[in-house]
């Protein structure tokens, strides 16, 4: 026999329901993926380090491998920033608000919006541009860079 809060009898009819728990299906570990994922990560951390360090030098001594080495990492940003907000082009104000974080956190906040786009175009394009540029000779291409 039970009570309730008001000292009546209940009826021993009621019972609760039981409870169960979900059953989780996970799969199983596939190491090999989990290293490559990790792999992948520690490149584009490689990469961006260099671009940061190539921004910071610039100023310093321009050099054509830097704007290389910034417009990889930025493209890597740029990237990051399409992925984490859905964006299918790199506009709109959640991406810009994505990317902006992004440079903010990496290293990159002193630098122009149309020196961003340049330097990413520079590394998207890199290999007409270093075919092109074997075809000048070495003043040509330093004259180049200092412009």
Partial sequence: MRINH????????????????????????DSAAIEAETREAQARVRVIRAGRDAWEQINKAQSFSGWVAVGKALAVGRDFALRATGANRPEGRRYCAEFSTWIEQHGFAGMQKSVRSVAIELAENITAIEQWRSTLDERTRRRLVLR
Wanted: glycine share 4%; no cysteine.
């Fill in 6 to 29: 008001l000292g009546e009898e209940l009826a021993d009819r009621y019972q609760p329901p039981p409870v169960t728990m979900p059953a989780i299906n996970l799969p199983d570990l």
